[in-house]
């Protein structure tokens, strides 16, 4: 069936570090990806996204790269700060055309100061 | 603009018991998605409504139900309720024909 992986599930850097989150998944035809940002108590807040016709995203300290070819995607921060502590979640769309998410298993994030 | 509203913030309920949760989407969207989070799990999606319609379901029992209304508010309808159904519930909205989804801040859910 349908199944996204995600990898590392903790991951603790020092501030100012880079962090990497790598996800994969299985749907060839999934065409959508977002990652979602999760802090205690609070639904999911999207954070970046990309589709499946570009191979690099980035927004300021936050960067995604798509292989399509294999269907890996991953998630860089960029001078990681305390305040960028969550839980990270990839998705991805379920066949194209669809509008409804795989998410992986989430990264549990510490930036420690 | 308003985001995705949801409600009540946390339930209690009891084995057996049925259950309605609640979720305003944002200004401008019509399609409603709800998903279970476990206690340290990734979202699952339980089903989606665009337009009152049910637009797809995952792989959740026929006890779970849902409604959207004209003003594209939507409802999760849980009956028979179980001890593993306890978890966050959330609601996503998205604008029709658009794949990005906004979520609400979850409904917490207990089975005792």
């Known amino acids: 069936g349908e199944n996204v992986e995600q990898h590392p599930s903790t991951l603790s850097v020092q501030e100012g570090d880079s962090a990497v989150i790598k996800c994969t998944y299985s749907?060839?035809?999934?065409?959508?990806f977002p990652w979602y940002k999760q802090e205690l108590g609070k639904g999911p807040q999207l954070i970046i996204d990309?589709?499946?016709?570009?191979g690099e995203k980035k927004d300021q300290r936050i960067a995604v790269t798509l292989n399509k070819t294999a269907k890996h995607f991953s998630l860089h921060i960029t001078e990681t700060q305390p305040e960028d502590s969550a839980v990270y979640f990839c998705?991805?769309?379920?066949?194209?055309?669809?509008?409804?998410?795989?998410f992986g298993t989430g990264t549990r994030l510490k930036v420690l100061a | 603009e308003t985001g995705v509203t949801q409600s009540p913030t946390h339930l209690i309920k009891t084995r057996g018991q049925q259950v309605t949760l609640r979720c305003s989407s944002q200004s401008g969207h019509n399609t409603v998605s709800w998903y279970q989070q476990a206690l340290g799990q990734g979202p699952q999606f339980i089903f989606q409504?665009?337009?009152?319609?049910?637009?797809g379901r995952g792989n959740f029992p026929p006890r779970f139900s849902g409604l959207q209304f004209p003003n594209y508010s939507s409802e999760l309808n849980v009956n028979a309720l179980e001890l593993d159904d306890s978890a966050l519930y959330l609601c996503?909205?998205?604008?029709?024909?658009?794949?990005?989804?906004?979520f609400g801040p979850g409904t917490r859910l207990t089975v005792l």
């Open positions: 409504y665009y337009r009152e319609e049910e637009n």
């Open positions: 749907d060839s035809a999934s065409n959508y």
């Open positions: 996503a909205s998205s604008a029709g024909g658009t794949d990005t989804q906004y």
């Open positions: 990309i589709r499946s016709n570009v």
């Open positions: 998705a991805a769309s379920m066949g194209s055309g669809t509008y409804k998410y795989i």
